[in-house]
């Protein structure tokens, strides 16, 4: 795939280690501005790894990670943030002890208008009205894919052009699987450009416009949805 114009997120090269075992080694990878771009990866494949390098969290030994235009290269967490990319973590790590809106509202922490914040607000509630009906409802008491809501939400209020979501089916039911996968499907069509980080297969594939397949830290495959489902990098990282 060619580099995409615009907000797209380009990681170029990038290899990382832990204590000098190499864990991605020179993966290189586009995520088109607008669309869904997934990377597909049995566990211990690099995964987490790389959205830990997007994010600053572990930045990479070589290589270069690029988006909108902006070197985000060993830049500290927060100021990848700044240049709009939020990331919704694996498990989703919600606050069980503050509410649902408290909850959202950490999200726009670096947002000082009170407005604006009002605004990002309704959005969320817009899009999740569950959310809205229980906003003042602790969290910590919410079903798995409540919770699941008011991680994505709080993604949103920081008012994103990207969103890295880190397995979001981990731990949920079927049918809340399917759920969350239209959302995230929703959210792309409201212009966010979204990089989907899974293991779930068929509804990663069904929901996104183009996919990476990642083993033992290296890109082993690329194309549209069709193609990577024939393909025997796909079945070998996840049948065998």
């Given amino acids: ?7 797209s997120l380009v990681v170029d090269g990038v290899s990382t280690a832990y204590d000098r075992a190499d864990v991605l080694d020179n993966v290189s990878l586009t995520a088109a501005a607008g669309a869904i771009t997934c990377l597909l990866g049995s566990n211990g494949s690099g995964k987490t790894t790389l959205i830990r390098s997007i994010l600053g969290l572990t930045p990479p030994n070589k290589g270069h990670i690029r988006f909108a235009g902006v070197d985000l290269t060993g830049l500290p967490t927060h100021r990848v943030v700044a240049a709009g990319v939020a990331c919704i973590p694996e498990g989703r790590r919600v606050f069980p002890k503050f509410t649902v809106e408290e909850n959202l509202r950490m999200g726009a922490y670096q947002e000082s208008s009170g407005s604006v914040i009002a605004e990002r607000l309704e959005r969320v509630y817009r899009i999740f009205p569950r959310l809205a009906e229980r906003r003042q409802q602790l969290a910590g008491t919410m079903s798995g894919g409540e919770q699941a809501m008011i991680s994505i939400g709080r993604g949103l209020m920081q008012a994103p052009k990207l969103l890295l979501i880190d397995e979001p089916s981990l731990g949920l039911a079927p049918i809340l699987v399917q759920e969350n996968f239209k959302l995230i499907r929703r959210i792309n069509e409201e212009g ?12 990663t594939l069904a929901i996104s416009d183009y996919g990476y397949v990642l083993a033992k830290g290296r890109v082993v495959a690329q194309g549209t949805p069709e193609a990577l489902g024939k393909t025997k990098e796909v079945h070998e990282a996840y049948f065998g």
């Fill in 1 to 7: 795939m060619s580099e995409a114009s615009g907000d």
């Fill in 192 to 203: 966010i450009t979204v990089f989907l980080v899974e293991q779930n297969v068929h509804q």
